[in-house]
């Protein structure tokens, strides 16, 4: 198994302010955004020694603007949450226009390739790790603390929700990579499992001490359901496994958070499951191609370089766009799977 994935280069690599863009209610004031591949809406698209990035076609085809960093074809998971909670779409904290009023209703500061370690994905160039995405939330509180009065920063900040989606290229871009990661010959897979719980559940505490105190915390994604993992049409389970092991962790730290923090309201988004489920089901779900990406994507796929440049046209009944990321088709029934599954 550590030899086959061993020389892949996968990037999994995601008040009175209440009111939307368009003046409707909704459920949060904001959204923060923390996570890899999956949620970054354009963070990494301004390091120009980075391998991680999607700002160029066939990526962002069917999103309006074209391509903006997503690793998809049109919207990503967080688009379609903000979406439900009645938020406008967000902006990346690295775009120049992430300031003034534009960050009030929230900033994505994921980053793709990113991990809970440092060091993770760091053949890609340059990413920007959990904590460095919370460095990032500190200056735009700051920023905050300049724009509305005191007492109004507490209560938004309470209101706002925390989405985190981090862990998964802990394993596909850091442990399971062993020629280039010392951590596989450091731990075993249990003491990994705990190491990346332990800086996870101190980075969360982090969080929460800005001032946050919703949160929606998803589990790392099944890895072994990649379309260059996946034989016979069925998922890796011993890849799974691997990454069921910090999906377990996480699950018993999320319920402790819920008693040992009364005050705040801690979410555990069981995303694997419901994704393994989606692909399960997917031709129920409208999808013809489930073991394939739109734009093509096998063992040896380098960086974020789609295989093909010139995608599918049936895009909508494709589960895969590139080798690791979803459709936009995809995300939207994943959206709807954690919507039904946590009602947040
Ligand atoms: C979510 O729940 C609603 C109501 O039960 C249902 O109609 C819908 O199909 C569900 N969505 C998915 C993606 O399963």
Not at 81 to 91: R, T
Not at 258 to 278: C, E, I, W
Not at 321 to 338: C, K
């Amino acid at each position: 198994m550590m030899m086959k994935v061993g020389y892949l280069w996968i990037s999994i690599i995601a008040a009175s302010l209440a009111l939307t863009a368009n003046g409707g209610a909704t459920d949060y004031t904001a959204m923060y955004v923390f996570g890899d591949s999956l949620l970054d809406a354009g963070n990494n698209k301004y390091f120009i020694d980075s391998i991680a990035k999607a700002d160029f076609l066939p990526y962002g085809i069917d999103f309006s603007g074209g391509p903006t960093g997503r690793l998809c074809n049109g919207k990503i998971l967080v688009d379609f949450i903000a979406e439900m909670v009645g938020l406008p779409l967000l902006p990346s904290y690295a775009d120049v226009i992430a300031k003034g009023e534009n960050i009030l209703f929230g900033v994505n500061y994921a980053s793709a390739g990113a991990g809970i370690l440092r060091d993770t994905g760091y053949l890609f160039g340059r990413v920007i790790p959990f904590e460095e995405q919370i460095n990032n939330l500190r200056k735009t509180v700051d920023e905050l603390r300049g724009q509305l009065h005191e007492n109004e920063v507490s209560k938004y900040l309470a209101n706002a929700l925390v989405f985190v989606d981090i862990g998964t290229n802990d394993y596909l871009n850091n442990y399971l990579l062993p020629t280039y990661y010392p951590s596989s010959h450091m731990y075993n897979l249990e003491q990994f499992a705990d190491l990346l719980i332990s800086l996870y559940t101190k980075h969360i505490l982090e969080i929460q001490g800005l001032g946050l105190r919703k949160f929606l915390i998803l589990e790392a994604s099944p890895i072994g359901c990649l379309p260059i993992l996946i034989h016979n049409m069925k998922c890796s389970a011993t890849l799974n496994q691997v990454v069921a092991m910090f999906n377990t962790r996480l699950k018993s730290v999320v319920h402790d958070f819920k008693s040992n923090y009364p005050g705040s309201a801690f979410t555990y988004v069981p995303s694997s499951q419901l994704f393994q489920s989606l692909f399960d089901n997917a031709e129920a779900y409208g999808f013809k191609v489930k073991d394939k990406a739109c734009c093509g994507g096998s063992a040896g796929s380098k960086g974020t370089k789609p295989v093909n440049t010139v995608p599918c046209l049936n895009r909508n009944e494709y589960l895969f766009w590139d080798f690791a990321h979803p459709t936009e088709a995809g995300n939207r029934i994943l959206a709807a799977l954690i919507h039904n599954a946590t009602s947040f």
